[in-house]
């Protein structure tokens, strides 16, 4: 009798289990149901907006992860897109500091990535201050303000392409070209993307 009473009981609370899993799994899939097509309209708008890009395929990979933020603003999409290239402006900076300490170079060599260090520092501050004039496009100076951010990253472009350009002579060190290229041309194309968004987030604004 006492093992029928055990088998009885968990009989039944291996029942109940089951319904609260099911009860659960219709819940995770209702709300999948009601989240799915906003994500989803929010990556085709991504996608959309970076095939007008140099870099479409960068532009996706680096902003896709951001779409719950992102929704389909392009003031959003902008600001984002500024966001990641700053990080990756900052984060180039440093790799190339440590990269570059106590290691033996010829002067010339030496001099370029002194140079390409201080345009980087140059970059960082450039695009900070367009994240800061983003903070502004909503009010009624909106057109300036985005003149202004069209300014500062076209700027934070140029010295990136500067830092790039000064290895490009041959007798530049192979070693330190490839290791600047592989850091600062990625920060050139994400900036490079930045600059796209933002110019169609000022097409969409002067649009009547």
């Known amino acids: 009798m006492e093992c029928h009473r055990i088998s009885a009981t968990t009989t039944g609370?291996?029942?109940?289990?089951?319904?609260?899993?099911?009860?659960?799994?219709?819940?995770?899939?209702?709300?999948?149901?009601?989240?799915?097509?906003?994500?989803?309209k929010s990556t085709e708008f991504i996608r959309a907006s970076c095939?007008?890009?140099?870099?479409?395929?960068?532009?996706?990979?680096s902003l896709s992860s951001y779409a719950s933020t992102i929704g389909t603003s392009p003031v959003q999409l902008a600001d984002v897109a500024l966001s990641v290239s700053l990080a990756g402006?900052?984060?180039?900076?440093?790799?190339l500091s440590r990269s570059v300490a106590g290691r033996g170079m010829a002067p010339r060599v030496a001099a370029a990535v002194k140079d390409c260090l201080?345009?980087?520092?140059?970059?960082?501050?450039?695009?900070?201050?367009s994240l800061a004039a983003m903070g502004h496009v909503a009010g009624r100076n909106a057109a300036y303000q985005i003149n202004s951010i069209q300014t500062w990253v076209s700027a934070a472009l140029t010295d990136e392409d500067t830092c790039v350009d000064g290895f490009a002579s041959g007798a530049m060190d192979g070693d330190v070209k490839n290791m600047v290229r592989s850091h600062v041309v990625y920060v050139a194309q994400l900036s490079s993307n930045a600059l796209a968004l933002v110019n169609g987030l000022a097409a969409s604004i002067s649009r009547p």
């Open 118 to 129: 201080e345009t980087m520092g140059d970059s960082v501050d450039e695009l900070r201050e």
């Open 51 to 61: 095939a007008a890009t140099m870099y479409p395929a960068l532009c996706f990979s």
């Open 89 to 95: 402006s900052r984060s180039a900076s440093a790799a």
């Open 13 to 40: 609370s291996l029942s109940c289990l089951c319904m609260l899993l099911l009860f659960s799994v219709h819940l995770i899939a209702c709300n999948g149901a009601r989240v799915a097509p906003q994500d989803s």
